[in-house]
């Protein structure tokens, strides 16, 4: 069976919540969500001055948000701040393979073990680890490395699940979201630091 290759397109921005939500809110089911990036662009769903960044950003964005099945998208929209968080750090996970394995095999794996700190150094063990048997990793300059390390910490910091000093913190997710994730698939529980913890507690 063929190993998806690592998609290493996250070099700006960050989660885009507020964008994320205008974005969503543009959908409908049975919408092209290339499509959806000429609509958004032309009817302003965030401001940007810039047509080009603008369309690159929502571009950015419409890749994650197709991976939420239509009644994720329907959740997403009405939902609570923290869950529209853990929404687009799951939608994050499933459009890069770099961000699920660093969210399983480090993230999670150290708050379960109670080792809270993680540094850039980290990521940068973690990555050379990948690349040893991952060409397109391997190829990627340092400078666009330096990029993708500094959004990644970002993002784990806007999704609320690394504080401002670097230390990984329980997601804070409702129960709606525990039991919808862990019903639909209970393996992705475990991207979020805390996960498994809180599925025992929403389970029967």
């Known amino acids: 069976m063929s190993v998806a290759k690592y998609l290493m397109s996250f070099t700006t921005g960050g989660l885009y919540l507020n964008e994320s939500v205008a974005v969503a809110r543009l959908y409908s089911p049975g919408t092209a969500w290339d499509d959806l990036i000429g609509d958004a662009v032309q009817f302003g769903a965030f ?96 400078s666009t490395r330096l990029k993708l390390r500094a959004v990644l910490f970002r993002m784990m910091r806007e999704a609320e699940i690394l504080s401002e000093d670097n230390r990984i913190q329980s997601a804070l997710l409702s129960s709606r979201f525990v039991r919808y994730v862990v019903t639909c698939n209970k393996d992705e529980i475990s991207i979020f630091p805390g996960g498994e913890r809180l599925a025992k507690g929403v389970l029967p």
Not at 55 to 60: A, D, L, N, P
């Open 47 to 142: 401001p940007v001055r810039k047509e080009n960044s603008a369309r690159r950003t929502i571009r950015e964005i419409t890749n994650r948000l197709r991976q939420l099945s239509d009644d994720e998208i329907v959740f997403f929209c009405e939902a609570e701040r923290a869950d529209q968080l853990a929404f687009l750090w799951l939608a994050a996970c499933r459009a890069y393979r770099f961000i699920r394995e660093f969210s399983v095999q480090i993230l999670s794996d150290r708050f379960l073990t109670g080792r809270y700190e993680i540094t850039y150094g980290d990521f940068d063990a973690f990555y050379e680890r990948k690349a040893e048997w991952a060409p397109e990793l391997a190829k990627i300059t340092t």
